[in-house]
Every structure is written in C-alpha cells, then in structure tokens.
C-alpha cells in the first residue's frame, strides 16, 4: 500500500512555545490530507480536513488559531500546534487519500505523540 | 449520515481463541469497507478490506464478508495470538468525499 511518513514519532515541549508536525505521501499524491487526535483509549477524533492549494476544513470545536494546518503540496501537509498547553498532549494522526479515487481506503501516517510539560 | 458501530470492548481472549468483532454500518450507496489495526503507540494500518457485496477481505489469518443484506463486515479470526493484541477499527469511505468513517474501536487484549 502507499506510504505515509509522519514525523516526529514523539515530541516533548514546554508550555508556551510552538510544535510542528510533518506528514508526507511518498509514493502518491494526497489532495487531501485529515488530521486526527486520539486520547487513552478512545477513537479517532477527526480534527480538520486539509487540501492542497487552499485552506483547511476545521470540526465543530477545533481551533483554527490553535492547530494551524498548511498543506502547501500534493506530498506534505504540516499540524502546528501553536502556544501549547499541557491539554493539548495527545496523539495525532494524519493520514492522505490518493488523488480521484473516492472509494479508496486512507493511509495513515506513524502518529505523533506530543506531550507538553 | 453514514456511520458505523462496532461492538464495544474490550474483549479478552485466551490465545488460540475464536474472535469475532461485530460491525455494521449506514452508508449511501454501496461503499468499500475497511478494517484497521492500531497496535500500541502506533499509528493505524489497513488490515483488510473488500470492495462490494459478498467481498471477503482476508489477511494475517484474519477475514471479513461485506454483507449488503445485513449491512455487516464483522472481522473474525480463528485462532488468536497474544501478537494479535490491538485496537481494531471498522471504516467506510464517507460518501461523496474522502474522509473515512471509523467506528469506536475494539481493543483487544490475548492472554497467553
């Protein structure tokens, strides 16, 4: 299946400053890239919707202001968490679908795990 | 809406168990279902999926049959490995679009 690279696997930040979070297609071209959030033991919680060349597609609730997403090509698509606080640990996927294929399934990257102290 | 629901756990199974681990699902249309797997600390993989109606995805000694007629895709597996362990999540295409429908997710825990 296609390769989606996320990186970094883990982060550790103070409160306060900034955290950014890469996530690249490798052997295909994402139009559309999700970021998701996964606390302890619960589902994936669907964040926002990104496609290339526009803005983001935020969920009822999530901060624009706070979680920053730029998606500035077909193969890289970034998650800046901006002014962390020690609530916004948790794990955050991305994952990309293969441009014009609607019935396809998603690839998902590694997960970012982000802890702020 | 299209939406999907599993069955909720966690399950605990002893190894070389029989699993099964309910999904049913509303979609419009006749979409693609999927099984994922998320085991600890990683991101998620696609462990199966199948395409249309009477479909059996397999992988890894695990199965899933698309049922229109019951709207279902329960995953199975004849015999469990402590290996196994994992967050299984059943997903759909949304229809019209890319984003993925996932249900809550199914954490299974085998003993040895």
């Known amino acids: 299946g296609a390769v989606v690279s996320q990186h970094p696997s883990w982060v550790i930040c103070k409160s306060g400053t900034s955290v950014k979070i890469e996530c690249r297609s490798l052997d295909f071209q994402a139009t559309t890239m999700f970021w998701y959030r996964q606390f302890p033991k619960q589902s994936l919680m669907l964040m926002a919707t990104?496609?290339?060349?526009?803005?983001?597609?935020?969920e009822q609730g999530v901060e624009k202001d706070k979680f920053l997403i730029n998606h500035a090509s077909l193969t890289l698509s970034t998650l800046t968490v901006t002014s962390a606080h020690p609530e916004d640990s948790s794990f955050y996927i991305c994952?990309?679908?293969?441009?014009?294929?609607?019935?396809?399934?998603?690839?998902f990257g590694q997960g970012t795990r982000l802890t702020v102290v | 809406g299209d939406s999907v629901t599993q069955m909720e756990g966690p399950v605990t199974l002893s190894e070389e168990a029989f699993l099964t681990i309910n999904c049913t699902y509303t979609?419009?249309?006749?979409?693609?279902l999927f099984w994922y797997v998320q085991y600890p600390g990683e991101g998620l993989q696609l462990l199966l999926k199948?395409?249309?109606?009477?479909d059996k995805g397999s992988n890894k000694g695990f199965e899933a049959t698309y049922r229109k007629e019951t709207t279902s895709f329960h995953l199975e597996k004849g015999s469990v490995q402590v290996s196994d362990s994992a967050v299984y999540f059943c997903?759909?295409?949304?229809?019209?679009?890319?984003?993925?429908?996932f249900g809550a997710g199914t954490r299974l825990f085998v003993k040895a």
């Open positions: 994952s990309g679908s293969d441009r014009g294929n609607l019935n396809t399934e998603a690839f």
């Open positions: 199948a395409t249309k109606a009477d």
């Open positions: 979609a419009t249309g006749y979409p693609s």
């Open positions: 990104s496609n290339e060349g526009s803005k983001a597609t935020y």
């Open positions: 997903a759909l295409p949304h229809t019209g679009g890319f984003k993925t429908i």
